[in-house]
T-cell receptor
Framework: DADVTQTPRNRITKTGKRIMLECSQT?????MYWYRQDPGLGLRLIYY???????NKGEISDGYSVSRQAQAKFSLSLESAIPNQTALYFC?????????????FGPGTRLTVL | AQKITQTQPGMFVQEKEAVTLDCTYD???????LFWYKQPSSGEMIFLIY??????QNATEGRYSLNFQKARKSANLVISASQLGDSAMYFC????????????????FGAGTQVVVTP
């Protein structure tokens, strides 16, 4: 079984709809992250959480919100989806590896906003 | 300013040959970590290898090795004995340690290199 799972894997929605992307992990990591990937831009950080009560904005948080329901669950919401939020979204968790946290990614959610 | 630069947008390599993917980085922090990830066409992002800025030896993980040249600020990934399953996009990434805040910064990615392994 995968250590980091994302649901749904694919979603097509319309402008203005509210969308929730869910992430679950069985790795037991405290830290979780949401990224989006656009062609030619690599990955950009949306939000991150170091534990259930610690949530922080990343570089592109506008238009998004998150909820850390439990150590193992971290959800990303688009309150009112717009077409330029069409992207591949990744959840990640991290563990200490040497002197630094190493991030492990889920399989991704491909979101299309029409 | 771009922190991670991958100058090769795409490359072809023959099966069983070695391939080197270039990555240069820009930082003024003495402590940082460098990572390589693989993204096959299915979309998932797979962690391959990590190198710390103070590590004395180049990192290796199976067929992956990282050619770390600190003075040149380069962290090239070498894949030995390429296999068809190595066809994917490869991303170099970095995290910096900020002494002023005693914390690690966010993971910053390059634009990626598309590798196609041919029979």
């Amino acid at each position: 079984d995968a250590d980091v799972t994302q649901t749904p894997r694919n979603r097509i929605t319309k402008t203005g709809k509210r969308i929730m992307l869910e992430c679950s992990q069985t790795k037991g990591h405290d830290r979780m992250y949401w990224y989006r990937q656009d062609p030619g831009l690599g990955l950009r950080l949306i939000y991150y959480s170091f534990d259930v009560k610690d949530i922080n904005k990343g570089e592109i948080s506008d238009g998004y919100s998150v909820s850390r329901q439990a150590q193992a669950k971290f959800s990303l919401s688009l309150e009112s989806a717009i077409p330029n939020q069409t992207a591949l979204y990744f959840c990640a968790t991290s563990e200490r590896r040497g002197a630094i946290d190493t991030q492990y990614f889920g399989p991704g959610t491909r979101l299309t906003v029409l | 300013a771009q922190k991670i630069t991958q100058t090769q947008p795409g490359m072809f390599v023959q099966e069983k040959e070695a391939v080197t993917l270039d990555c240069t980085y820009d930082t003024s922090d003495p402590s940082y970590g460098l990572f390589w990830y693989k993204q096959p066409s299915s979309g998932e992002m797979i962690f391959l290898i990590y190198q710390g800025s103070y590590d004395q030896q180049n990192a290796t993980e199976g067929r992956y090795s990282l050619n770390f040249q600190k003075a040149r600020k380069s962290a090239n990934l070498v894949i030995s004995a390429s296999q068809l399953g190595d066809s994917a996009m490869y991303f170099c990434a970095m995290r910096e340690y900020r002494m002023t805040t005693d914390s690690w910064g966010k993971l910053q990615f390059g634009a990626g290199t598309q590798v196609v392994v041919t029979p």
